[in-house]
């Protein structure tokens, strides 16, 4: 674990503290190998012990949500603030029972709720993209994800897409067979 991860953990409110640590050892998301951090969110003295930062990858970036626990009621489910506004700006309780079922099942005693709650949402989160890439059906970047939709080695599930202001990336998982290399290159 990072120092700073550490420091960081050490720091929420220990009602809370299992949720951060199995995310910071277990959660592994995406295509990315890097795994989720966790760190101060600055300027929030007040609270401190019920809100930090989760770093998450994501198509080579790192997202930003903040989570946020009332530290007078922890057996309730948490706040999140993402830093794509448009994202999950307009919810109702129909959307979250569909989507984010473990945001609603919550269960306070069990420390991978958090990571459920994430992995969820994370999932929303690429859907999201994928529907910003589509806003602009004639654009290239949408003719080409729906190329690598085409082919038959790689699935949306290959596929990671971020849409900017002027910019889309795509991070793909390579499905190559690596059995006859030797094992110096064989990642097993």
């Known amino acids: 674990m990072a120092t700073e991860s550490y420091g960081v953990i050490n720091d929420i409110a220990q009602v809370f503290r299992p949720y951060v640590q199995n995310i910071y050892q277990d959660l592994k998301l995406g295509l990315c190998k890097t795994k989720v951090d966790v760190e101060r969110i600055s300027g929030s003295a007040e609270g401190a012990e019920s809100q930090f930062r989760l770093v998450l990858p994501y198509c080579s970036k790192k997202l930003k949500w903040e989570v946020i626990f009332d ?14 506004e448009s994202f999950l700006n307009n919810l109702d309780e129909d959307f979250l029972e ?11 005693n069990d420390p991978t709720s958090l990571s459920g709650v994430i992995s969820e949402m994370l999932g929303l989160y690429k859907i999201h993209q994928i529907r910003k890439l589509n806003e602009d059906e004639s654009s290239r970047a949408y ?7 085409g082919d038959a080695l790689t699935s949306e599930k290959d596929i990671e897409v971020w849409v ?15 059995s006859r290399l030797p094992e110096l290159f064989n990642e097993r």
């Open 164 to 178: 900017g202001s002027h910019v889309v990336e795509f991070l793909i998982r390579l499905n190559v067979d690596t």
């Open 143 to 149: 003719f080409e994800y729906s190329a690598l939709l």
């Open 71 to 84: 530290a007078s009621t922890p057996w309730f489910a948490p706040d999140f603030r993402f830093d794509d």
């Open 98 to 108: 569909e989507k984010i079922p473990s945001l609603l099942k919550w269960n306070e």
